[in-house]
């Protein structure tokens, strides 16, 4: 069965400089969560979508910024990067009549 | 949001049952409990999730009590392939897709 898709599956950047992180969800799912999870940290809650519209936001920095389009895939937007963005980021997808979220195999980004 | 409370870690022998529990004390009527666990270098993976009536599936049991106030995840033979931080989240589903909060899990390791 397809899963959730996430790329790139590794990310290397610098300091100041701009990521774009893909999510591909489950077929026919309409809802998008993405999850930060620093080193030895649990995962943290960022930004999620219903239908192409923002639906939740939790601690997303300012500089981050994130949208879902219309064959449901999500991107998110990182700039002026810092070393403390260095983390795992997670995309799930879900539909309304199920009670599961099923999440991607992530995205490692470290900023050097 | 409302909080669950884990041990930090739990220690196991292969093939021996493993009883996970959960406090969740402030839980409201419309919250769902839900588990999760995460693999090393893996996203996370949906367990069990239940209301009020004990649930069980091809992965774990669940078994609640009857005011709600705890919980109690049941790996019915465990195995190597089950060492994975596991997570007790409440999920209210009144709010549609409402995202799931993690809190610091459980680490599980598993003696051969």
């Known amino acids: 069965a397809a899963g959730v898709i996430q790329s790139p599956r590794h990310l290397i950047k610098e300091k100041r400089e701009t990521a774009t992180l893909k999510c591909y969800p489950i077929p026919r799912h309409d809802t998008v969560y993405w999850y930060q999870q620093g080193p030895g940290q649990d995962p943290q809650f960022l930004i999620s979508f219903y239908e192409k519209m923002q639906s939740d936001k939790g601690s997303i920095p300012d500089r981050f910024s994130a949208q879902q389009f219309s064959d449901y895939h999500s991107e998110l937007n990182m700039s002026s990067l810092e070393l403390g963005d260095s983390a795992l980021y997670f995309c799930?997808?879900?539909?309304?009549?199920?009670?599961?979220?099923?999440f991607g195999s992530g995205t490692q980004l470290s900023v050097l | 949001d409302a909080k669950t409370t884990q041990p930090n870690s739990m220690e196991s022998n292969e093939e021996e049952p493993v009883h996970l529990p959960c406090n969740h004390s402030?839980?409201?009527?419309?919250?769902?409990i839900h588990w999760y666990r995460q693999l090393p270098s893996q996203g996370p993976e949906y367990v069990i999730h239940g209301l009020t009536s004990n649930v069980n599936n091809r992965m774990a049991s669940l078994a609640i009590a009857e005011d709600r106030k705890s919980s109690t995840l049941i790996l019915h033979r465990a195995t190597l392939r089950d060492a994975a931080v596991y997570y007790c989240?409440?999920?209210?589903?009144?709010?549609?897709?409402?995202?799931?909060?993690f809190g610091t899990g459980t680490r599980l390791t598993i003696i051969p």
């Open positions: 989240i409440l999920r209210d589903r009144n709010f549609g897709n409402e995202k799931l909060t």
């Open positions: 799930a997808s879900t539909d309304r009549a199920n009670e599961k979220l099923f």
């Open positions: 402030t839980i409201s009527g419309t919250d769902y």
